[in-house]
């Protein structure tokens, strides 16, 4: 009896792709690395050294993410505020995996805050002191304190508590810092609603002076008119008398205090996700903050320059000759029929 005998095709195995890339295995530039990541390459390098250990997988698995793969997806979500889907697409990770990733290196950066971001022993202050008196003429100022706040989604528990005086869902955060602009201090645990002088006296550190201060032998903060004036909290002249120094005194306030506006002003540059958006659960959302108070600070202690802005590219269409009436209807009319008709 024939015996039929099925001759299989051989199995032709599918080309292996491997997931992402690493780049600084390309030969990116300093300054194209800062554009995309934020930081040059060696402390890009000390980041991923300083995370190594909790984030070295002990896999011998070729697709495995390297340390420094998982700190530029994070350093590239800090940066640019985009979407986790984009940020995969930019480096080739998927959604979910990018998602885990910035997780745990945000978790690790805030494990670290006390270790970059700390209160002032005698020493330090007494260098701030005399900074800030070089910078502005305000002797013994130690700090100067101010809110911001940072854009959220609006959540889906307690939404009202985040909606902010103009608006807008956030998180208020309170931050202290020095004559350089480092951060001393940071909180990022209110919601928008909540008013600063409330963030403050609840606060970690207005606990600390509260209860702690001894006299202006140990310096005294500078904060904004939202702030009561307090021993070791002084605030500018709602209606400064003429003849006794009150003008000059919040002139020369203004000046000092412009540090902490300027901070956050740097700060919200360089991790354009503080500026935007963050598109996240208000507890995700406050880890993100302060892991980039974190990096802020390694910013300046590893004297990272000030980031450039990617450049602008502008793809908006040729504007045609206009000779209607040369009023604001007119214009109006003309813009909606020319470019939104």
Known sequence: MAVNVLFQPPVVRRERHFRGFDPL??????????????????????????????????????????????????????????HLQVVGDTMGFDKSTVSRVIDRVTE?????????????????????????????????????????????????????AFVNRKGFHSINVQAICDHEGRFTNISARWPGSAHDSHVFRTSAIGQHLENGYQGIGQGVLLGDSGYPCRQFLLTPYRQPAAGRGQARFNRRHCSARSTIERTFGIWKKRFHILGS????????????????????????????????????????PQMPPYNGPQDGKGIRDYFATTFFA
Not at 42 to 55: A, F, N, P, V
Not at 64 to 74: F, P, R, T, Y
Not at 152 to 160: A, K, R, V
Not at 279 to 300: E, F, Q, S, T, Y
Request: charged share 30%; aromatic share 6%; proline share 3%.
């Open 25 to 82: 295995e390309r030969e990116f530039s300093d300054e194209e690395l800062r554009q995309k990541y934020r930081f040059g390459r060696e402390t890009i390098e000390y980041l991923s050294d300083l995370m190594r250990g909790d984030l070295e997988r002990r896999t011998n698995k070729e697709t495995a993410l390297s340390v420094e793969q998982q700190v530029m997806i994070a350093l590239r979500l800090y940066g640019s505020g985009s």
């Open 277 to 316: 958006e963050i598109r996240m659960k208000p507890d995700k959302a406050c880890r993100i903050i302060i892991a980039c108070g974190v990096l802020h600070n390694i910013a300046i202690i590893r004297n990272e320059p000030d980031v450039a802005e990617e450049q602008l590219i502008d793809n908006q």
């Open 108 to 160: 690790l950066l805030v494990a670290r805050k006390d270790e970059f971001i700390s209160w002032l022993d005698n020493q330090r202050k007494n260098v701030i002191r005399a900074g800030f008196y070089e910078k502005a003429g305000f002797p013994n100022v130690v700090g100067c304190i101010d809110g911001t706040h940072i854009r959220i989604t609006g959540p889906s528990i307690d939404e009202p």
